[in-house]
């Protein structure tokens, strides 16, 4: 069986840096993320059994531990109220959330309209959303943009997640919105180097495998972009392989989302091998 590997696939360097930042944090314990690391059950697992468990809140943080910020971010109120309690913090937001979140925060100071391109219910965007003073309209489609009302200054800012192509068909939808608009664009290119690399790689093989957490949003859209070239699996491990997909299969191609972590991938690739 000919097994090929997307050429950009699994951890990106925020989540790279964020699961190195919680390891070294373990010790001395207790450490907690302020909800799961990154959204990869088995990564998850794996760090609370290193003694570095998610809370949902800093309520439920101990007192004398460490808190570990995700590298989706939070917004500036969590900061505050880490400092009142006296927690000690380790802030893992990925460089490039920052870069948002400090756009947004910049361009409502700066009396702009804000609006925030992304998906709604994504905790990135929800961190963004609290750094703009809770001052943004979130857009998700270019329908909703066209509803939004004309205004004297509109900035612009993305999800670092969202979909690059996507996201200049809304910009298009907001251009009349007013005389001065600020775009910033902060699609990180992690997500885009993926999702080209896997278009690439299903329009070359009988099947794709797409690796990562069901409740990731970047894995599921990998999964939705194959499946538009060719027949495609979404699995978070190797066990759930099953042996009726490789029927008549030849080329068996791989892709993972940027929260996969490697040991999986291998896990899947070797098996497949075998097939
Ligand atoms: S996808 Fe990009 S913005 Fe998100 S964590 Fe990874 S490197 Fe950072």
């Known amino acids: 069986m000919e097994v090929i590997l997307a050429d ?3 951890f990106c360097y925020g989540v790279k840096r964020a699961i190195h930042m919680a390891r070294s944090s373990a010790q001395p314990g207790p450490a907690r993320t302020l909800g799961p690391i990154i959204h990869n059950p088995q990564m998850v ?38 400092k009142e309690r006296d927690l000690r913090m380790v802030d893992a ?28 219910k994504h905790p990135e965007v929800k961190s963004i959303f609290e750094w703009s003073g809770r001052n943004a309209l979130v857009v998700e489609t270019e329908e909703e943009a066209a509803q939004i009302a004309p205004c004297d200054k509109l900035g612009i800012v993305a999800q670092t997640t969202f979909s690059g192509d996507k996201f200049q068909s809304i910009v298009a939808c907001l251009l009349n919105k007013s005389n001065d608009i600020h775009i910033i664009r902060t699609i990180c290119t992690a997500t885009d180097q993926r999702q080209k690399a896997a278009i690439d790689l299903a329009g070359k093989v009988d099947m794709m495998l797409v690796i990562g957490g069901k409740n990731s949003a970047n894995t599921t859209r990998l999964a939705q972009l194959c499946a538009e070239k060719t027949m495609t699996h979404h699995l978070e491990t190797a066990s759930e392989l099953q042996d009726e997909w490789f029927h008549n299969i030849k080329k068996i191609g791989i892709t993972a989302g940027a929260s996969t972590p490697d040991w999986i991938i291998k896990e899947v690739y070797q098996k497949c091998q075998k097939k």
């Open 93 to 120: 937001t990925c460089p490039h959330v920052k870069k948002a979140q400090m756009a947004a925060h910049q361009l409502s100071q700066d009396s702009f309209s804000v609006v925030i391109v992304g998906e709604k």
């Open 45 to 82: 697992s794996r760090l609370a059994a290193e003694g570095v468990e998610a809370v949902n809140s800093l309520a439920d943080a101990p007192e004398d531990g460490t808190v570990i910020i995700r590298s989706h971010g939070v917004g500036p109120q969590v900061y505050e109220e880490a």
């Open 8 to 10: 950009y696939l699994g």
